[in-house]
């Protein structure tokens, strides 16, 4: 259950809590995704200090890690990721997508590559998998609309996608929380189209955008104001990615709520978060860089312990681990903290001030 708790005066940014059967979490806040069943890098007990309040893992990926019989088995997605807080979980449609595949109106067929066989995968499968998993909020089957569809095929793709996500409504029957996706496509009528029929279903939030169709600021922009013009304030939304501070504080006053953060995806490219927005730790650093830390101000247990650049980079020349984990812990610990900072300021009435304060150095 979303409960706004307090609205910004200027904007469309508010604090929340959803409640749920495993916990509440405040809001803007992450949901930090899984590698399979952990955070790689990182072990589950180390989790709390790092500020995270709810995780994100993948229907699909635990149930190829566990199969049916794990999944007959286990009692739920905490008994796999060892560590209990509120759990939502995205329908496997997304890392299907990675694969070789073709679709038709029922589902998807693709190549298994751990059975070497061809394999199917549908809406009524996906939520099976996710009410067993009991995770607090599931997502409704969907396609990605990737940049390089033309009209023809964009259009019968959100058509099947659109139809699969009914289906997933239809195929729930447990009191979870479930989420309807609004693919964000590089073609306007067709995004209109989908905000405005997911509307109508009944839905307990919506999750915007997907993690292979990143848009530009302009047309996250525009999309934003549809969304806001078609869909009600009470319910919560979720946007699937970031790449910017500047893309976070526009969310948060567009009133999103939520945010996937997927740490890998960042570390493996080097790429640390601070208050000037990120640094390339594999690019050629000058010399004051190379001496400081992460972020003078940061609390993290890689700042704490006096970790500069130039010890990361020696970690990452002797292709260690170390390099991926301590990025990891810092960039999860420093996006946790600006969540927190964000939700106090709007508490406060202090949200534009921070704003200014962050994006006035940004470097995207």
């Not at 909020?137 to 996500?165: D, G, R, T, V």
């Not at 640094?279 to 101000?297: R, V, Y």
Request: hydrophobic share 40%; proline share 2%.
């Amino acid at each position: 259950m979303f409960q706004i708790i307090k609205r910004d005066n200027l904007t469309k940014a508010r604090v929340g809590k959803i409640e749920t059967a495993h916990g509440f979490f405040e809001t803007p806040s992450l949901f930090i995704k899984t590698k399979k069943n952990q955070i790689k890098f990182i072990q589950p007990e180390e989790y709390k200090s790092l500020k995270i309040q709810s995780i994100e893992a993948d229907a699909y990926v635990i149930f190829e890690l566990i199969g049916e019989e794990g999944l007959a088995s286990t009692n739920g997605i905490f008994d796999i990721l060892k560590y209990k807080c509120p759990v939502i979980t995205s329908s496997g449609s997304e890392y299907l997508f990675g694969l070789q595949f073709k679709i038709n109106n029922s589902g998807i067929y693709f190549k298994n590559i751990q059975k070497g066989i061809e394999d199917y995968f549908d809406a009524e499968l996906s939520i099976k998998i996710q009410q067993e998993l009991q995770s607090d909020i599931i997502s409704a089957f969907h396609l990605p609309i990737l940049p390089q569809y033309n009209y023809e095929k964009a259009k019968i793709l959100l058509e099947n996608s659109l139809n699969w996500q009914m289906r997933s409504l239809e195929a729930k029957n447990s009191n979870q929380e479930i989420y309807g996706i609004i693919d964000c496509g590089k073609f306007e009528d067709l995004i209109e189209q989908n905000i405005k029929f997911l509307s109508k279903l009944s839905f307990d939030g919506f999750q915007i955008g997907n993690r292979l169709n990143h848009l530009d600021f302009n047309s996250l922009k525009n999309i934003v104001s549809k969304i806001n013009q078609n869909l009600t304030e009470e319910k919560p939304k979720h946007f699937s990615e970031f790449v910017s501070l500047e893309e976070i504080f526009f969310l948060v006053e567009s009133g999103v709520d939520t945010f996937s953060f997927y740490p890998d995806f960042w570390s493996k490219r080097g790429i640390a978060w601070n208050n000037s927005g990120k640094i390339n730790l594999k690019e050629k650093l000058d010399t004051l860089i190379l001496n400081s830390q992460l972020e003078e101000f940061c609390n993290c247990p890689v700042c704490s312990a006096e970790i500069k650049i130039k010890d990361l980079i020696d970690l990452l020349n002797k292709k260690s681990d170390d390099f991926y984990r301590f990025l990891n812990i810092h960039n999860i610990y420093f996006l946790n903290n600006l969540m927190e900072l964000i939700r106090e300021s709007i508490s406060n009435g202090e949200f534009q001030k921070l704003k200014e304060y962050f994006l006035k150095t940004k470097i995207f």
